[in-house]
């Protein structure tokens, strides 16, 4: 299928460019998404969160009061969770929350997106990601014309300095290299926008 490719200096067209049914063609499908997205948020979660248990926190051991005559309860230890200083009882400890997802399943949830963003019209194919100066107003100007004010730019590495300078002020605007693409970010914005490189890159990768 033919899609139509703009330039961030020219307006109109400027050329066009032939997608992968195989890679922009499927038929999305929200619960693999769902399944994806779920996979990649647990996965950044650091997991470092910890409270001392009772065998943590210091403090003798002994039994510190009598098991009978004083009328209140037979405690073992100044330790436990009802004391102040005690230990915590059944909080969170350190682990990862990391789950487990097929390769195939993560590879078919890109395409998914992919697809997706075709579908819904909110695929930009970009002739290429340069400025001649580091303007955030200048980038921030021709966005707009473009109508991709809310936009993951996904280009075949790292976009030369002038751009990256130019939309780290643009709080709505991610800038990734074609390696780092994923579900959650391309999902998250409203519009994605790959560079020719960059989807000359993805098609391959997926041939």
């Not at 992968?20 to 997991?47: C, S, T």
């Not at 998250?188 to 890159?201: E, F, H, I, M, N």
């Amino acid at each position: 299928m033919k899609h139509p490719v703009v330039a961030l200096e020219k307006d109109g067209e400027v050329g066009s460019v032939e997608l992968d049914e195989k890679v922009f063609g499927l038929d999305p499908r929200e619960d693999i998404l769902q399944r994806m997205v779920v996979y990649q948020l647990a996965k950044r979660r650091a997991g470092t969160h910890v409270v001392q248990t009772r065998s943590m926190v210091s403090g003798t051991g002994a039994k510190w009061g009598s098991q009978k005559g004083s009328g209140r309860a037979r405690h073992g230890s100044r330790k436990t969770n009802v004391f102040r200083g005690g230990g915590k009882a059944h909080g969170p400890v350190m682990r990862s929350h990391a789950i487990g997802l097929p390769r195939k399943v993560r590879t078919l949830a890109l395409r998914h997106a992919l697809s997706e963003k075709l579908r819904r019209k909110q695929l930009v194919i970009l002739q290429e990601a340069r400025l001649d100066k580091p303007k955030t107003s200048l980038l921030w100007s021709r966005l707009q014309r473009l109508q991709t004010q809310n936009a993951l730019i996904v280009d075949i590495e790292e976009p030369e300095p002038n751009f990256c300078l130019a939309a780290r002020n643009l709080p709505h605007v991610s800038i990734l290299p074609v390696a780092g693409i994923n579900v959650y970010d391309i999902l998250r914005r409203d519009k994605l926008v790959l560079t020719q490189a960059a989807l000359g890159s993805l098609q391959e990768r997926f041939a």
